[in-house]
């Protein structure tokens, strides 16, 4: 039976436990990690075998992709071992951006293979070569597709689950691999039916188009973490659970910046206080806002919070109902949104100025 243990959030005992819990995290990252390169490893070996037996450039395009997923996988492997190491002098926010650096050879490796594809596709409309043995590649490519959705299905939950860019990299690239042996399927029992040769290489063509287009796609979304480019549904979560646990002392909070370090995030802002709040009244406001966003994402949250004293110009818009200090009467509430918590200004009554047309 498992006893449950009620800490405090200063206790030793808390920060201890919580390292346990990331450290398990992250072994079980590994350990799912291991599973689909081994798997993986398997599967390349098994659609070459189909492409040496049938001379598809179809199978040889999904084969391809496999090289990539075995490439991919093993650094990825390598990106969650080191981002699993704890802070140290020379990384005091952890190892964890590894990961953006992971996806992003990912990605660069599957443009090249898209690219390959397209290439040896194009050519053999040309140079055509004749196909045999299809039914086998059917069977052959059919049971790797299935496999690869599993894996990817899995990897993916994971990694949406734990927050880790390279699972989910690793488990969008055995999906988009999975549809491709689908879509495969039916282009290869088409030629299959029809003996019309050159219809493997417009489908390897297609095929080739669409894993560039999902290696794209991964190289931009890596790059957009290595370069700490603004997550706006990031932002507009954490805009959503501040307005849901919104205090009358906090007047505002502008100046919200996030930053990804791999599974962990960093957050700053500055936070508007009544002025004459005592230095440990202010302190226990500010442990409030990071209690909220800590329990909202799982205590993988690093926040440095600023404190402003509040203005005159700020009592317009304070609803504090017992402020003893208040130099005019309550306007009106400032809804909180992406545009006015990213701002690096304080609220008021003037009009807004949106800081891009993304934000709303």
């Given at each position: ?29 590994i350990r799912y990690q291991a599973w689909i390169l081994v798997a993986g490893t398997l599967l390349l070996a098994g659609k070459f075998a189909a492409y040496f037996l049938t001379q598809s450039n179809a199978i040889l395009s999904d084969a391809l992709e496999s090289i990539v997923n075995v490439s991919a996988g093993a650094f990825a492997l390598f990106s969650l071992v080191y981002a699993a190491r704890p802070e140290d002098e020379n990384h005091p926010y952890g190892h964890g ?264």
């Amino acid at each position: 039976m498992v006893q449950s243990v009620n800490l405090e959030p200063n206790d030793p005992h808390t920060v201890v436990w919580e390292n346990q819990t990331d450290h398990l995290v992250q072994q079980q990252n590994i350990r799912y990690q291991a599973w689909i390169l081994v798997a993986g490893t398997l599967l390349l070996a098994g659609k070459f075998a189909a492409y040496f037996l049938t001379q598809s450039n179809a199978i040889l395009s999904d084969a391809l992709e496999s090289i990539v997923n075995v490439s991919a996988g093993a650094f990825a492997l390598f990106s969650l071992v080191y981002a699993a190491r704890p802070e140290d002098e020379n990384h005091p926010y952890g190892h964890g951006k590894i990961e953006f650096i992971s996806a992003s050879i990912e990605g660069a490796l599957i443009v090249l293979a898209g690219m390959g594809i397209v290439v040896k596709a194009g050519y053999n409309l040309i140079h055509p070569q004749e196909l045999q043995r299809l039914d086998l590649g059917i069977w052959i490519t059919a049971g790797a597709g299935a496999v690869n959705y599993l894996l990817g299905y899995l990897a993916e939950q994971r990694g949406n689950r734990v927050d880790s860019m390279a699972l989910r990299a690793s488990g969008k690239h055995l999906k988009s691999d999975a549809w491709t042996s689908l879509g495969l399927l039916g282009g290869i029992a088409l030629v299959y039916l029809t003996g019309v040769v050159w219809l493997d290489n417009v489908l390897a063509l297609g095929f080739g188009g669409y894993i560039l287009w999902i290696g794209v796609g991964i190289l931009r979304q890596s790059l957009a973490g290595i370069m700490d480019e603004a997550d706006y549904q990031l932002i507009k979560r954490i805009v959503k659970i501040l307005n849901q646990h919104r205090h009358e002392n906090w007047v505002d909070i502008h100046k919200l910046r996030t930053i990804k370090f791999g599974s962990r995030l960093h957050i700053d802002s500055h936070l508007t206080l009544p002025w004459y709040l005592s230095v440990q009244e202010a302190h226990d406001e500010v442990d409030a806002i990071q209690e909220v966003i800590n329990e909202a994402f799982g205590k993988q949250v690093e926040m440095f919070v600023h404190v402003d004293p509040c203005l005159p110009s700020s009592c317009p818009i304070c609803t504090k109902a017992d402020c003893p200090q208040r130099k005019a009467e309550f306007q009106k509430r400032i809804e909180w949104r992406m545009r006015n918590l990213m701002a690096d200004a304080r609220h008021g009554l003037d009009p807004e100025t949106p800081i891009s047309s993304t934000y709303s």
